[in-house]
């Protein structure tokens, strides 16, 4: 009786039975991969299971390990000292910080190693040089370690944004409040701030992990079996899907659980904080220190972004006469159309839910908002092979073939990055006192004029900011458009990988660049939306 | 609300526009190819037909998977692939079809062809040795079985198995020598490895150059890449190293080859005009113009290969039917796993 009678009063019932619907149609190529998970039973999980998968899933936790660590070390660091203290070159610093989320990670892979080899410009330029010293720089650089470092330098963005607006928010009430009781700056930091936006820091740190687990293309070249090399073995190397499938269901209970567990200790310990309310007081750092702050801001800037881009720019001259500039364009209108589509179209539903969350204030729609989530946890090309096998078996009921359509490469977008889109108009609807809605409600104002008059205006910066977040995702997208995308469709990613993995490193520089290029734009764009956030509140 | 409604109908037409006819005067292929090569050659066919072509490009098991489940509702009149043994994974699964045809058989070497008919061969590739000039002479080589001796230990350097060229590989050793011999000799070279497998073909190259390891399993297609590199460090390495064909002695059974090959879809819906590509790509004017663009083996006899890889002179090749490179694909992964070959 009682569920029924939650069923009936739930408000805005309409609202919270269409969000059903669109939840269940996001969640259906899982479900169809669960169903396979028992209707395909997959013949090489034990064979895997006693030969290479324990070997696979440690290389997987090491990797984690090393880029988590450069990614916090990379992120936290100059996120604290750019909120906290005034020096010169601040503003410079704070802009740039945020541009290695331009360079895809397997690029950033690729061109590393291009630049350290034998042939690369550091040993060649040292033989030339310094003969003697050149031997201690000829070693091997496809290491795991390796590989580790310059995924912290291409993903610790994340983490630095999450800190950055973590620690401008609290401020320096903060450190002020804790000098007066005694405590040394360091102490402070270790003490009270970290702890405090500990919550923020895990969010981006979350992102880190899910990309870690996602690659496959730098993974593969610098020879690491991880577990979604494994995934990929599976179904590559034995042909068995159904086993693929069974990693890749495993995966995402893993990852459910990690995230669960994260909740209950983080829910254990909850600080409820003020947000700073004056205006920033930065302070002042003396010159011993100046080095030390420069160094620490400059290092993933320089290394994250400068290096592979001047290495990029400098194969576009050498490869210039080559440049096909009409498919340049092409390719880039393609990018550009696919990644603002399918991000308007992620915005606008993830809106939906969070809205409806907020409205209705039930259970059911916490709990579906969440789930729909999920998509971030599945390996791209998983997430398309379920597409493939739900949409080929009612494909007879639509007029045209669906699979290759422009339709379900979307889909598949909206289900891979709708968590990328959630999160920062999550965190701006719950910074928002339910009062505004109860005003909105005592105006006389239904759901839709709330989200119009109310909602939209006041959240504008973060739906931005989440637009340009999931449009670099996607224009960086790899597995899902191979797997998907529509006869003749090419993106400035596509053509860079196939460049590429082709050995064709020079070749691909100009697509690469164009991606980076746009993705820097927009960054810039974030940054000052950023700022501004910060400044208000 | 207006503009939602005109967003939408946009979208709706895009969409629309964007998908390919089921029977036109086009020709839908899924491709495991991604060269700029392939371009130009449907560039010309379409300039001499007037018949429009259209790809989709991804690895090999994904298409195979896409047109897995598409059934008869596939839009895809050819499977393109860089390996014969993908093709033969496809027939496996009932989703081509035969086809020979009296152009065909005039314009492809008979020891390339399918025996079973089910795909025709557009390039070929060996997978071979190169040696460093410095420190090893051409005399020291000899037969791929041979890499296992210890002889080579500490030097051997190859790329890791999730690679499709090692796959072929070991499964033609497999098809060749058995599954035993095939263990005994993978454990060989693996305690021959100069370093855990990684890496592309090309860093194998550069890793001779740096002194990492005196001789590489490579194919031939990348040494012509990286001697026609436009960055002069790259030329020194590649010049650093010579080619060498395994196998070629009297009774051995040549080097390994693997072609790049198409198959007719079991439901093609353009049939005709996919026969008229296929022969086409393997004319004498299309053969030359892959000559000319990359560095693979033409299939068709009455056209030599680029300068570059004619250099290296001719070669005998291992005439294994290529469908066994699919056929023991299972059996050389487990081969792989068992020896440690990461």
């Known amino acids: ?537 | 609300m207006n503009k939602i409604y005109n967003i939408i109908l946009i979208l709706l037409l895009y969409g629309g526009c964007s998908q390919a006819e089921r029977t036109s005067n086009e020709i839908n292929i899924y491709s495991q190819r991604h060269y700029s090569v392939d371009e130009i050659q449907y560039k010309n066919f379409e300039k001499l037909t007037g018949i429009k072509i259209n790809v989709v490009k991804a690895n090999a098991d994904e298409l195979i998977e896409r047109l897995k489940n598409e059934k008869e509702n596939s839009p895809a009149d050819l499977f393109i692939t860089v390996d014969a043994g993908k093709l033969y994974r496809a027939r496996e699964l009932n989703l081509l079809q035969k086809l020979t045809t009296p152009i065909i058989s005039k314009n492809v070497s008979v020891a390339l062809l399918d025996p079973a008919g089910y795909w025709t061969p557009i390039t070929y590739r060996a997978r071979i040795v190169i040696f460093s000039n410095e420190r090893v002479s051409k005399s020291d080589l000899s037969t791929y079985e041979d890499l296992s001796n210890s002889k080579w230990k500490g030097r051997l350097l190859v790329r890791s198995s999730s690679n499709a060229y090692n796959q072929a590989l070991m499964s033609s050793i497999v098809a060749n020598l058995g599954q035993e011999k095939a263990e005994v000799w993978s454990s060989g070279l693996v305690s021959n490895f100069a370093r855990d497998p990684k890496g592309s073909d090309r860093d194998q190259v550069k890793a001779i150059a740096a002194g990492q390891g005196d001789i590489a399993i490579v194919n031939s297609y990348y040494i012509g890449l990286l001697l026609s590199s436009e960055k002069e460090e790259e030329l020194k390495a590649g010049n650093s190293v010579s080619v060498f064909f395994p196998n070629q002695g009297e009774g051995e059974r040549g080097s390994h080859i693997n072609v790049s090959a198409i198959g007719l879809t079991k439901n093609s819906p353009n049939r005709e005009n996919a026969i008229k590509l296929i022969e086409y790509l393997t004319s004498e004017e299309a053969q030359k113009v892959y000559v000319n663009n990359s560095y693979e083996y033409p299939v068709n006899p009455n056209v030599e290969p680029d300068d570059i890889v004619k250099k290296w002179g001719k070669f005998r090749s291992d005439n294994l039917d290529l469908n066994l490179l699919g056929k023991f694909r299972e059996d050389a992964i487990f081969v792989f796993d068992k020896t440690g070959w990461k």
Not at chain 1, 105 to 131: A, H, K, V, W
Not at chain 1, 307 to 322: A, G, R, W
């Open chain 1, 1 to 537: 009786m009682e569920i029924i009678k939650k069923v009936f009063f739930v408000e805005n019932k309409r609202w919270v039975i269409g969000s059903l619907f669109i939840a269940f149609l996001l969640l259906l190529p899982i479900v169809i991969l669960f169903i396979k998970l028992f209707s395909e039973p997959g013949n090489s999980f034990f064979y895997l299971w006693e030969t290479v998968l324990v070997d696979y899933t440690l290389n997987t936790f090491y990797l984690i390990f090393i880029t988590s660590f450069f990614s916090l070390l990379f992120g936290i660091f100059p996120a604290w000292f750019i909120s906290n203290y005034r020096f010169y070159g601040r503003s410079f610093y704070d802009i740039v910080l945020y541009l290695p989320l331009a360079i895809p990670s397997y690029i950033m892979g690729f061109t590393y190693i291009d630049i350290l080899s034998f042939t690369g410009p550091i040993q060649s330029t040292l033989r030339n040089t310094f003969p003697g010293l050149s031997l201690y720089f000829n070693i091997d650089y496809l290491q795991i370690e390796t590989l580790g470092v310059l995924l912290g330098f291409a993903l610790y963005p994340y983490i630095y944004t999450a800190a950055r607006i973590a620690f401008s928010l609290l401020g320096s009430n903060y450190i002020d409040l804790s000098k007066n009781l005694g405590l040394s700056t360091l102490k402070t930091f270790y003490k009270i701030i970290l702890p405090l936006s500990r919550p923020a820091i895990f969010s981006g740190l979350f992102l880190v992990i899910m990309e870690v687990l996602n690659e496959y293309g730098a993974v593969k070249y610098f020879g690491i079996n991880t577990y979604t090399a494994g995934i990929f073995k599976a179904w590559f190397s034995l042909g068995d899907v159904g086993t693929a499938i069974q990693l890749a269901c495993l995966l995402l209970f893993v990852v459910i659980l990690f995230f669960l567990l994260e909740k209950i200790s983080s829910s254990k310990t909850k600080f409820y904080y003020d947000t700073n309310v004056y205006i920033q007081k930065r302070l002042s750092i003396n010159k011993k220190k100046l080095l030390f702050v420069h160094i620490i801001c400059s290092i993933p800037f320089v290394f994250g972004f400068l290096i592979p881009l001047f290495f990029i720019i400098n194969n576009v001259i050498q490869t210039y006469s080559s440049i096909d500039f009409t498919r340049l364009f092409t390719l880039s209108y393609n990018t550009i159309f696919v990644s603002s589509l399918s991000s308007f179209i992620i915005i606008v539903v993830a809106l939906f839910f969070l809205f409806i969350q907020k409205i209705s204030k039930t259970k059911i729609n916490k709990t579906i908002s969440q789930l729909i989530s999920l998509g971030y946890a599945i390996p791209g090309a998983v997430i398309g092979l379920g597409l493939i096998i739900l949409f080929s078996s009612i494909d007879s009921f639509f007029p045209f073939p669906l699979i290759g359509s422009f339709y379900i490469l979307v889909y598949a977008y909206l289900i891979r990055f709708l968590a990328v889109g959630k999160s920062p108009i999550k965190s701006s609807l719950d910074k928002h006192p339910e009062s505004y809605d109860d005003t909105g409600k005592n105006l006389g104002l239904g759901p839709l004029k709330l989200l119009q008059k109310i909602h939209l205006p006041i959240n504008k910066f973060a739906l931005i900011s989440a637009f340009i977040l999931t449009f670099i995702d996607i224009m960086k997208e790899l597995p899902i458009t191979l797997i998907l995308r529509p006869f003749n469709f090419d993106t400035l990613a596509t053509q860079t990988y196939e460049y590429a993995v082709e050995e064709m490193l020079p070749l691909s520089s100009i697509y690469s660049l164009s991606i980076i290029i746009i993705g820097s734009v927009l960054l810039l764009i974030l940054k000052k939306i950023i700022n501004k956030q910060l400044n208000v509140s």
